[in-house]
């Protein structure tokens, strides 16, 4: 498989960043996984058209995730901002909530995908998991070499333990990791939305043509260059995107998952 990039060459970093996506050697899986069932029951708690202040009041005044102490709620609050959003002004996380409001199956990977998005530790693992052969036995020194050439010495070994712990959560949540104490490799399913959101993080960075077929972001869901056009065809056909294909050229419109 081909190496996982999330970043082209030619990305403008300052219009990324604007658009949501976060880059540098810090994160949240420093103390926090994914949290993809904090998250549901937060979508779940709030309308559509929820702006950030609304999710938390959802969150820390309402306290929909049943947290005991006040200061609990607002730390799940800001780990939860810093991992998704949670907020229309954001882009990244326009799309992905109109995607969620499809009530699709693949809802786990979708979440995954912007958690990347926002966190590059988590970013910094996918390849480990995303190379390891489907059915093979999840390593954690790889993921630890990655994260150390990443990092350098800024995070200590117990604390670089722990996001090794929270990552391979995260990516047991998604799908791509099953078991407790021993973890498999196993093979993600994604959908027409999965599939469109990661079309729209590699143009946020920078991939154009057929490259948007083979960035990180695909691979992430598993998908081979082939089966990601078969994908790309059935966003077309459910007006999720606006795509021509004519030989090399590829054109995609994302204006329809952008509209909130």
């Not at 959802?58 to 929909?64: D, K, R, S």
């Not at 973890?183 to 027409?192: D, G, I, M």
Request: positive net charge.
């Amino acid at each position: 498989m081909a190496n996982v990039k999330f970043i082209s060459p030619s990305v403008d970093f300052a219009s990324t960043e604007e658009a949501g996506l976060r880059f540098g050697d810090k994160g949240t899986h420093t103390s926090r996984t994914m949290m993809l069932a904090e998250l549901t029951r937060v979508l779940e708690a709030s309308p559509r058209d929820a702006k950030r202040d609304d999710y938390a009041t959802a969150i820390i005044g309402e306290n929909c995730l049943g947290k005991p102490t006040a200061s609990t709620r607002r730390l799940t609050n800001q780990r939860l901002g810093e991992l998704y959003g949670l907020d229309p002004a954001i882009p990244i996380f326009r799309v992905f909530r109109t995607l969620w409001e499809r009530n699709g199956p693949d809802r786990p990977l979708l979440a995954l995908l912007c958690a990347i998005a926002r966190d590059p530790l988590l970013a910094t693992t996918a390849e480990t998991v995303i190379q390891l052969a489907h059915g093979s036995d999840f390593q954690r020194e790889p993921m630890r070499q990655d994260l150390r050439a990443a990092v350098g010495n800024r995070l200590s070994d117990r604390t670089l333990d722990k996001v090794i712990r929270n990552a391979a959560s995260s990516w047991t949540q998604s799908g791509h990791l099953e078991g407790r104490s021993i973890k498999r490799r196993c093979r993600v399913r994604p959908t027409a939305e999965s599939l469109s959101f990661a079309l729209y993080l590699s143009y946020l960075v920078g991939f154009r043509g057929s490259e948007l077929f083979s960035s990180g972001w695909v691979l992430v869901l598993d998908c081979s260059p082939g089966m990601a056009r078969d994908l790309a065809l059935e966003a077309k056909r459910r007006e999720l995107l606006d795509i021509r294909m004519a030989a090399d050229i590829l054109e995609i419109n994302f204006g329809r998952i952008e509209q909130y």
